[in-house]
């Protein structure tokens, strides 16, 4: 699975960004730095990210099923 643009330049701003390779799924795993004011919310295929009073919205990839975030990680899974 392809890492959405947004989600490339934050690596370079601080967030370690990965992606793990399976035979049956990829995963895209975003360590934001924070476990809490985040929030996440998909309207079609735009994933909104809220971390405190920043908003950021990115497309997903086209074969992502599913984005959650958790204690500041946010997943990208096919």
Do not use: C
């Not at 989600?7 to 990829?26: I, K, M, N, P």
């Not at 360590?31 to 009073?53: C, M, R």
């Amino acid at each position: 699975m392809k890492v959405p643009r947004f989600l490339r330049e934050a690596d370079q701003g601080g967030a370690v960004v990965r992606t793990y390779d399976y035979d049956d799924e990829s995963i895209i795993v975003v360590d934001l730095g924070q476990t809490s004011d985040i929030e996440t919310d998909l309207v079609g295929k735009t994933a909104i990210v809220v971390i405190g009073d920043r908003q950021f919205e990115f497309e997903l990839p086209p074969d992502a099923r599913d984005i959650s975030i958790k204690n500041g990680i946010l997943t990208i899974s096919e």
